[in-house]
């Protein structure tokens, strides 16, 4: 496999370019699926890094059930975390809710929902200064900072899970596609095609919705057959 280092699509009905390795060679297509996914956004901290995998998740469906009915941390202030929020409070001992400001970007219906769960507790104003333990490879907890008094307080977890979004690898076809303005590829509803006909994007770089692996084998084997009906109706001449 090779690095993709640039593509062109401007060329109506294709021959669409692709470009790629580090002698850039150029490729020829009729037809292309773009599943370049999505990245989880980090709040950057080394001793996130190090105990990733070790009690450090950006996917509460994923890596959930490693913690039930044990104490976890959920970082973030949209709908992401409080969806996560309420999933985790439905399998763990306990969810600390920890967002840098007093107020929430989510939805007010999803807030009420977090509220009066008594399962979950908020922490405000607080950002994550260090998670806990590196040298004993796993999280035993985390050290919050309070912004606004500059207090630092632990709090004992197990898990720790990262919810302030995600970020589609998308930068390569900005100038050829629509995005919506999160930077996901447009497809139309219920198909697989962006706005370039004969161009399919799957998974989670048009997905920011479900971003589950399932969804994305499905998206996956829907662009895949309508690459394969576009190529027969475009005929052996073209």
């Known amino acids: 496999s090779e690095d993709v280092n640039r593509v062109d699509f401007a060329t109506s009905g294709g021959p669409f370019k692709v470009f790629a390795g580090d002698d850039n060679v150029e490729y020829h297509a009729r037809t292309v699926i773009i599943a370049t996914g999505a990245q989880a956004k980090w709040l950057g901290l080394p001793s996130e890094s190090a105990l990733q995998g070790r009690g450090v998740s950006a996917c509460a469906v994923c890596d959930g059930a490693f913690f039930r009915k044990q104490d976890v941390i959920v970082v973030g202030g949209g709908d992401t975390a409080m969806e996560e929020s309420m999933y985790l409070s439905g399998i763990c001992n306990s969810v600390t809710l920890v967002h840098r400001r007093r107020e929430f970007r989510a939805s007010k219906t999803m807030q009420k929902r977090v509220f009066e769960n008594p399962k979950i507790k908020i922490e405000y104003d607080s950002a994550v200064d260090e998670i806990l333990d590196v040298s004993k490879g796993e999280v035993t907890g985390v050290r919050l900072k309070n ?62 919705v479900y971003r589950q692996a399932v969804t994305a084998a499905g998206s996956g084997c829907m662009a895949a057959l309508e690459a394969e009906r576009y190529m027969a109706m475009l005929g052996d001449g073209h």
Do not use: M, R, W
């Open 147 to 208: 912004l606004v008094t500059g207090e630092l307080k632990e709090i004992a977890a197990t898990g720790f899970f990262v919810a302030i979004g995600h970020t589609p690898n998308t930068d390569l076809f900005k100038d050829f596609l629509e995005l919506h303005d999160n930077g996901y590829i447009k497809t139309k509803p219920g198909t697989a095609q962006t706005s370039v006909p004969g161009i399919f994007a799957a998974g989670d770089v048009q997905d920011f």
